[in-house]
Every structure is written in structure tokens, then in C-alpha cells.
């Protein structure tokens, strides 16, 4: 935008730049000082949905970081080295890495809320799987199963940790910096208390205990988020197909 004004008598251009407020759909629109953006996340209606989000974050981090204090006790009694130990460890971490392209082709076919909890249940399964297969594994066989059971559970987390921030990123778009920051926050927190949390456990009834405790918290989480994810690809769908009918009534 150009404005002219006095400078000695004469007339001087002056450009000043307008950074004008645009829409998610690339249009102005005019603000009447009722901003979505600012409108209370942790509402009624949004509270029971974010806490088993934050729920479900809480968990599968817990998961990454809860068999540290007694992973290395229970190899030790299979001859285990300690190379071994770290290469379970990783495991997990890894296959959350390498399952992306398969975690966002099971969004495409099944669609999010279906590859949500086929990959939440994935986790949960083997993780209980974690906690009884020293009971019925021969125990030369079982470091090598530990390290295909925490891949396969990461592989699980990955699928349902894909699905699940996309359909964050479409339902709370508008304050989505903020649900992100406390994802981070929560995911954090699961990290750190995993391993005081697993030690715990382990020493009142073994490694049983706290995968089937935390493996249950990923199962709990499920129904909730499961039925908004489906109700938000109903949205979507109507959103679409009333954009599709207009584009062809317009043309």
C-alpha cells in the first residue's frame, strides 16, 4: 500500500507493507474480534478426548524407557553380553524409525482411526507378550525374543503415534502449537518416570507386573480416542462432498 505526504512542500511516496490475516483456505477474512484461535482449549467437550490423548502419549513413552532397570537382571540369567542388552534397547526406538513408511501407508488404506488402534493394539499385545514369554521360552531363545517382541512394539507405536498426530493436526488445527507442546511435555514426563515406575514394579512381582500395567493404560485409551477419530473422517467426508457438490453446481 502506497501513501503520499508532505515533506518540505513536496509530495514523498511512502510503501508501507500490510501483512493482511489469512484464513487456513488462503482467503482474507475480516475479524470481529471473536478469534477461533483464542478460544479455551480444555473445554468440557475437549477435556475427556485430550486426557486420553495425553494418556495414550503418557504410556507408549513409558513404554520406550520402562524396562531400563531391570532388562539387564533378567538377560544376565540367559548369558546375554552387554552389547546384546543395548541392541534390545534400541530396538524399540528403531523400529518407531523405520516403520514410518509403512505406519502412513496403513493410514492411507485403513484410514487413521482403524490404523490407530490396530497399531495401539500391536503394542499393547506384545508388550504383554514382554512380560509372560520368559515363562514358556527356552531360555537360550530368549534374549533374541525379547529383541523381535520390542521391535514388533515398535513398530505397533509408530503405526498408532502416525495416525494419531494426524488426526490431531486436523481436529485441534486452530490451537495445535499448544496441544503439541503439551504432548511433548507429557511425552517427556513418560520418559523419565518409565524407568522409577518399571523398577518399581519389577520388585513387587517381576517384569509381568509392569508391562501388564502399562499395556493395559495403552488399551484404556483406545475407545475414546477411536470414536473421535472416526467421528472427525465423518466431518471431513461431509466437509468434502459439500465441497465437491458445489464445485460442479458452479460449474
Known sequence: MKLFGKNGGEDEEVTVLVTPHLADNGDE????????????????????????????????AAFMSIITPFLPLELADCGANSAIVGVIFAAYPLANLASVPVA????????????????ATLEALFGILFGYIHKVAPLGALKWLYLAIRFAQGMGSSI??????????????????????????????????????????????????????????????????HLSMVQTERQQATRHEAAGEKAEEEG
Open 29 to 60: 477474512e475480516e475479524s470481529d474480534g471473536d478469534d477461533d484461535d483464542d478460544e479455551a482449549l480444555f473445554t468440557r467437550a475437549n477435556l475427556p478426548t485430550l486426557l486420553c490423548f495425553f494418556w495414550f502419549v503418557f504410556a507408549s
Open 104 to 119: 502412513t501407508r496403513f493410514c492411507s488404506i485403513l484410514g487413521r482411526s482403524r490404523a490407530f488402534v490396530a497399531g
Open 160 to 225: 498408532a503415534y502416525t495416525a494419531i498426530i494426524a488426526w490431531v493436526s486436523d481436529k485441534y488445527r486452530p490451537r495445535l502449537a499448544t496441544v503439541l507442546g503439551f504432548q511433548e511435555a507429557v511425552g517427556g514426563i513418560g520418559y523419565m518416570l518409565g524407568p522409577s515406575l518399571g523398577g518399581l514394579l519389577y520388585q513387587l512381582r517381576g517384569i509381568t507386573l509392569p508391562m501388564l500395567l502399562f499395556s493395559i493404560s495403552v488399551l484404556i485409551s483406545l475407545p475414546a480416542l
